[in-house]
């Protein structure tokens, strides 16, 4: 784009750099939306393409489909590696700088390991589309490979153990219990499927802690009846190809999947802003950076506090300060003044394996069936087009009438250590 109107520059084509990008939709700016990817994810259901029940293409969509009838929007598929506040540039990799008037940093979070990055190569966490198919390479690899090994090597490959009981810890435990007990029960002719241990492993003392200790209760209760080993109040304390160190104690597993902590992007550092432990930007309260001219960070990358309680990191809250910073720029623009920002709190939900989940609303709190139905009502509402939302409620009915996991399909190149014991 090459006008004299004022130049947006979005980084970061999730939930919240996408919300920033349509409230602008009106506004006479120009606006560059970069992603190192080519497409928007729903992240909340990449757990089901980790565990064979969805494919990739039906939680993403290509960014370029999503703006092409929002005319003032270009997309680059590229990476931000500095921003340089002084000149108000981004350094991208492919090598010229972007100059921007008004900069949106939506870069999210990656994995945290707590001071252990040498476990990420043995315990691969989920945040996107290439973790997500990793993971049901690794799960359904190890079921085949149990099938061809000795009898005394096939218990370490029918073992699974799961770090950290928060939703996605949850969601993947819960699911990957019915992959082995329900679906793949009949699949195989030397080993039992039935027979998979799948141990969660949580440090503190219960699961999914953002949630009410009763809904807290209810969740446990609910992973323990699908088979879910679930180990509280003691952490990993080693992790390698042949398992984990629980405590003291040495379990041998095939399979180790990370869902423990995430740390944000090291959009902190570009800027030399204040940031909180985990590297989130401290920001004002209509998420601008301090001391950077022009610049918004938002969704996993901003630390704000409401009302005195910090604002979640989960897609609703992103997208509602996405389209509040846009909103924010369009008044800037203007010489206006913007009222502060409110969070609708849309609530927590989890779900844990088929027909069990819970829901904090507030007042309204439900788990069992009722909440499960809620979860997957809410979830295909959030998801983008009508044929995406109808292909995911299609496919989820399939499965659910018939135990059936479509997408059990093992791609891409295996590492040594994914194949051998």
């Known amino acids: 784009m090459t006008t004299n109107r004022p130049h947006v520059v979005v980084v970061g084509a999730g939930f919240g750099g996408l919300s920033c990008v349509r409230s602008l939709a009106k506004v006479d700016v120009d606006i560059t939306l970069i992603d190192r990817h080519n497409y928007h994810l729903f992240q909340p259901l990449l757990y089901q393409v980790a565990t064979a029940g969805l494919s990739p293409a039906e939680i993403a969509w290509p960014i370029r489909r999503l703006v092409r009838n929002q005319a003032n929007v270009s997309v680059r598929l590229d990476c931000v590696v500095d921003v340089d506040v002084s000149r108000k540039q981004v350094q991208l990799q492919s090598g010229e700088p972007l100059a921007y008037d008004c900069l949106v940093l939506a870069t999210g979070a990656r994995h945290a390991y707590f001071g252990n990055d040498q476990w990420a190569e043995y315990a691969p966490g989920l945040k996107s589309v290439d973790d997500a198919t990793m993971i049901r390479r690794r799960i359904l690899l190890a079921f085949e490979q149990a099938e061809m090994a000795p009898t005394d090597a096939q218990p370490r490959w029918l073992t699974v153990v799961v770090v950290g009981a928060g939703p996605t810890g949850v969601e993947l435990a819960g699911t990957i219990a019915e992959l082995a007990h329900k679906t793949l029960a009949r699949d ?5 499927p039935r ?3 799948i141990v969660l492993v949580e440090a503190g003392d219960r699961v999914l802690s953002a949630m009410p200790p009763d809904l807290s ?7 323990q009846k699908l088979g879910v080993e679930v180990r509280l109040g003691t952490p990993i304390t ?8 629980i405590g003291e104690e040495r379990l041998p597993a095939a399979t180790v999947l990370w869902a423990a902590g995430v740390a944000a992007s090291p959009a902190g550092q570009w800027l030399g802003a204040e940031c909180d432990r985990v590297g989130r930007v401290q920001v004002a309260p209509d998420f601008s950076v301090p001391q950077c001219d022009g610049v918004f960070t938002i969704g996993d990358t901003a630390a704000l506090s409401i009302d005195g309680e910090p604002l979640p990191g989960i ?23 913007l009222a502060p920002f409110k969070y609708r709190d849309s609530g927590n939900l989890a779900t844990i394996g088929r027909r069990s989940a819970v829901i904090d609303f507030g007042r309204i709190k439900l788990s069992g069936w009722l909440a499960w139905w809620g979860w997957g009502i809410a979830h295909i509402y959030f998801l983008i087009g009508t044929k995406s939302r109808l292909l995911v409620a299609l496919q989820w009915f399939w499965s659910y009438i018939t135990f059936d996991r479509g997408a059990r399909l093992i791609t891409g190149r295996q590492s040594r250590s994914s194949t051998e014991s």
């Open 188 to 192: 195989f002719r030397k080993i039992d």
């Open 195 to 197: 027979s998979t241990r």
């Open 217 to 223: 209760a209810k969740a446990l209760k609910s992973l």
């Open 238 to 245: 080693a992790c390698d190809a042949e398992g984990v160190m």
């Open 315 to 337: 897609a609703p809250a992103a997208k509602q300060a996405g389209a509040y910073v846009g909103r924010a720029i369009a008044a800037s623009l203007a010489g206006k003044d």
